[in-house]
């Protein structure tokens, strides 16, 4: 064989396996889309198109208070959580090497601790600390999952910094705090924003830690859900038409981040 | 007499249990240009620091002006720095990151564009001002540092390394750039390196450091003609070292033999180091010579030949401009002024 | 930069309060008799332990350990070659096609659920659109194939970080030192790509292994895994009945736990500040 047939062969059965990767995890999506115009409220079988649940989704109050509360919770959650995670890596990346790898040991517990233990361990805490479950547990629960995602984008981008930025701003006049704010925040930016990114959609889709934490009153879009497919009577197919207006908005998203940095490449290039 | 800025006495500095700094006294006077030399690690960069106030000293004083600053931060001091690899702020562009510290201290907006306009003319850099400056070269960064410490009119300039990362080329011409700054601006530099070249060329004032001490203070032709020990004269050019014992004022024995030299005020039969410079040794006709060996290598540098030539065993450095073969047998000879001799070594 | 330390303080306070703490508190629980809610005396036991003993709590470890290990086997066998084939591409497009893979992940995994059970039930609404009748709701089969395409995207994404990272110099010298093509893949690019796989595996065998909706869904409940057995323990007898189950409960999150730590640990051996996490 050829090196050139060869590497055909490789790209061809690479290609299949992306093709079946894209299949396997596409068609959910796929099938949510199409309940989400599926004339019918059980969906046993395709009864025609229709957009009625996009309207129910704005003008039925069904699904308004898990829907604001998710919004609400993942705004507050990301905003909190980069604060703190952005202050958190200065702090660990400014340690000595085996304090900061030891940190970064347990910055990442939560990353891979199963959620439902994460979820278990929280609710412990709540208890003991007496905390009502409801929208400030759930908030807490977000902030503390959120964390270490910012941390852990925000950490690479600090370590590619010049060591003496920070001192330089101190030199040049600026207080201590200034000169975190004006010579290291500005150059892991977009660190920040993207843990920020991930801090709001792990926030934004999360079942099993707001399931834990938010005892029987408060609901998320999540838990909202859990209930009304465990009993089918409330449940609304506007739940796939606000699962489709997400999806679309984050394909949307992309293209956008995508050909904005096209753009610059371009600028740069002349 | 110039007047002293800045003192250090008795600085102690560890890390982590590790001594960087014992007994540490220093004065650095006003427009002087000083430089702190000594091989990595020898504690300088920590002296830098110290007197720009990013680190504290364990025991000691650092007075400015008279003043003692030990618990001053940095942004209330009267001193910039220079940092090594330049700290530049990467989301700023060329004329942001010199107006820096203008804006920080909330100097008003015409006279930050005056001053900084005026500054990037001094550093060869006028119209680079909206440059990013990522788009610069290593040299070009290393201006814009500068420029961004001096717009301060700083009473003190640190600069760590600040050429290490030039080719050579370049840093030849930034060392005369940079004295000849320090010659306009009436600023006192204080200046960290290794390479003991540069400590020479640009220097009125050369400290040389080892293991946290200062083994030498003068002008350059100080430690260079008249090394202190074994360390500095090895540190600071090529050198042939040579155990030897001081006979007598004006005689010193080395390798077997006596020679007259210039130096005095040592005890009868001390033991002494002898240092003789590569460049000092000439070529006599081994009939009428005290030192007589073989060619052993040859290797031409440019201006001069290296020549190895073993003498008893023993490896002699010469450079000179006349030619020998290997394995010639050659007769050394040295003037007796260009003989120096030092007190042993007690660290080495 | 020392004087940066201070900010790392708050954090140490912070992980204490929601790591250290619980983590002793379900040590504890897990090795007394202590009731969480009543109080009172307690004494130090292993009698827990005999819920591993439990004929549900075997069925379950002995379920979630084959379908996780399948799944993460899987996701592993088809992931590997997507990422190797993603980090091939010109890097724009390559990029592109990784985050339209994870895009997926945003949508509500509950409702993904919902769209295979569609997709496994005969004669339903995905019949209508596609002809297809899939008969496996309630199989395990289903829950495998549901777990491969839930999980795929966190295996493929850190492998794809470290593949895409890797200095082509590498593969050319290798060739250059005369390996052929199974050379330079097993003694260059597997080796070098072994943290990403590591930390693919941990994103996929923990939440497989501990996933409590999709078993209960997919699978109409026949097939329980661990994470129904601590969702039933901690969530649902606690609310009516004994303090037992609380501790129960919380030996079996332990155990996890301590699996997943291990595993972590396992992984920082290649990459020790975990950034291939994300």
């Given at each position: 064989m050829t090196a050139r047939t060869r590497k055909r062969l490789y790209q061809t059965v690479g290609a299949c396996f992306t093709a079946a990767a894209f299949l396997s995890v596409y068609t959910p999506i796929a099938v949510i889309l199409a309940l989400s115009v599926n004339d019918s409220l059980k969906a046993y079988a395709w009864e025609g198109f229709t957009l009625r649940w996009y309207a129910d989704l704005f003008a039925t109050d069904v699904m308004h208070d898990p829907i604001m509360n998710t919004l609400l919770v993942a705004i507050l959650a990301t905003l909190i959580a980069t604060v703190l995670g952005t202050f958190f890596a200065i702090g660990i990346h400014a340690l000595d090497k085996t304090r900061r790898t030891r940190m970064m040991v347990l910055n990442n517990v939560p990353v891979v601790n199963p959620e439902i233990v994460t979820g278990i361990s929280l609710l412990i805490v709540f208890s003991l600390l007496g905390f009502t479950l409801g929208f400030h547990t759930v908030l807490i629960a977000h902030v503390f999952f959120g964390v270490p995602y910012v941390v852990l984008s925000v950490m690479p981008r600090l370590k590619k910094l010049d060591p003496n930025l920070y001192e330089a701003a101190l030199d040049l006049g600026c207080t201590r705090f200034s000169a975190v704010l004006r010579a290291i925040v500005p150059n892991v930016a977009t660190g920040i924003l993207a843990g920020a990114l991930m801090a709001f959609t792990m926030s934004i889709d999360d079942f099993v830690i707001t399931y834990f934490t938010s005892g029987s009153e408060y609901m998320n879009v999540s838990t909202w859900l859990y209930a009304a497919i465990g009993r089918s009577r409330s449940f609304t197919p506007a739940a796939y038409a606000y699962n489709a207006i997400i999806f679309l908005f984050t394909i949307a998203a992309i293209i956008f981040i995508n050909s904005r940095k096209e753009k610059k490449e371009r600028e740069v290039r002349r | 007499m110039a007047k002293t800025l800045i003192t250090l006495s008795g600085i102690e500095k560890s890390f982590d249990g590790v001594?960087?700094?014992?007994d540490f006294n220093l004065s650095i006077d006003e427009n002087e240009f000083i430089t702190l030399l000594g091989p990595s690690g020898c504690g300088k960069t920590t002296c830098l620091r110290i007197i720009g106030g990013f680190e504290t000293p364990d025991a000691g004083t650092v007075a400015i002006d008279g003043r003692?600053?030990?618990?001053?931060e940095p942004n209330q001091r009267q001193i910039n720095t220079c940092f090594q690899r330049y700290a530049l702020f990467p989301h700023l562009d060329v004329f942001e990151n010199v107006a820096f510290g203008l804006r920080i201290r909330k100097v008003e907006k015409a006279e930050i564009v005056r001053r900084v306009e005026e500054t990037l003319r001094l550093v060869k850099l006028e119209g680079y001002g909206p440059r990013a400056v990522s788009t610069l070269s290593g040299g070009q960064q290393q201006r814009v540092a500068i420029a961004r410490a001096i717009v301060n009119r700083p009473k003190v300039l640190l600069l760590d390394e600040p050429l290490g990362a030039l080719d050579l080329k370049l840093r030849q011409e930034m060392q005369y750039e940079l004295k000849e700054m320090q010659r306009t601006l009436g600023i006192t530099f204080v200046y960290v390196t290794h390479d003991q070249e540069e400590a020479l060329t640009m220097s009125d004032k050369i400290v040389v450091m080892n293991q946290g001490r200062i083994l030498q203070v003068g002008t350059p032709e100080d430690v260079y003609?008249?090394?202190?020990n074994r360390f500095v004269a090895n540190f600071i050019g090529e050198s042939n070292i040579f155990e030897g014992?001081?006979?007598?004022?004006y005689l010193v024995s080395f390798c077997g033999r006596e020679f007259k030299c210039v130096d005095r005020g040592f005890a009868a039969d001390e033991p002494v180091d002898v240092v003789i410079r590569p460049e000092d040794f000439d070529f006599v006709p081994p009939s009428k010579a005290k030192i007589v060996g073989v060619v052993d290598s040859l290797v031409f540098r440019g201006v001069h030949y290296e020549i190895n030539v073993i003498v008893e065993g023993r490896e002699y450095t010469i450079h000179t401009t006349k030619t020998r073969s290997i394995g010639d047998r050659v007769g050394l000879a040295v003037d007796p002024s260009l003989i120096h001799v030092m007190k042993r070594d007690v660290h080495a | 930069m020392r004087r940066l330390r201070r900010y790392a303080i708050p954090f140490v306070a912070w992980m204490a309060v929601f790591i250290v703490v619980p983590t002793l508190i379900l040590l504890f629980l897990s090795f007394s008799d202590y009731s969480l809610y009543d109080g009172g005396p307690f004494a130090f036991t292993f009698?827990?332990?005999?819920i591993f003993a439990a004929p549900l709590v075997l069925t379950a470890i002995g379920n979630s350990v084959a379908l996780a290990g399948a799944t993460t086997a899987a996701c592993f066998l088809i992931g590997y070659p997507v990422a190797l084939y993603l980090s091939h591409l010109p890097e724009k497009t390559g990029k592109i096609l990784m985050s339209l893979l994870i895009v997926p992940l945003w949508s509500n995994m509950l409702l993904r659920i919902v769209a295979w059970e569609k997709v496994f039930t005969p004669d339903s609404f995905f019949t209508d659109l596609t002809g297809l009748s899939i008969?496996?709701?309630?199989?395990k089969t289903a829950i495998l194939v549901g777990m491969v395409a839930m999980y795929l995207p966190f295996m493929v994404f850190p492998i794809y970080s470290v593949l895409e990272k890797l200095d082509r110099g590498l593969v050319e010298a290798a060739r250059d030192l005369g390996a052929d093509d199974a050379q330079v893949f097993l003694r260059v690019i597997f080796p070098l790509s072994a943290g990403g796989v590591l930390s693919g595996v941990i994103m996929t065998l923990l939440p497989a292994l501990t996933s409590f909706v999709l078993p209960a869904r997919l699978g109409l409940g026949r097939v329980p895994l661990i994470g129904n057995v601590i969702e039933s323990k901690l969530m649902k007898e606690v609310l009516g009945s004994s303090g037992r189950s609380i501790n129960e409960g919380a030996l079996v999150s332990l155990s996890l736990m301590v699996l997943s730590i291990v595993l972590y640990i396992l992984a920082t051996r290649f990459d020790r500040e975990g950034e291939t996490l994300l």
């Open positions: - | 001594k960087v700094l014992s003692i600053v030990n618990d001053l003609n008249e090394p202190k014992v001081m006979r007598e004022d | 009698a827990r332990f005999e008969d496996l709701l309630g199989s």
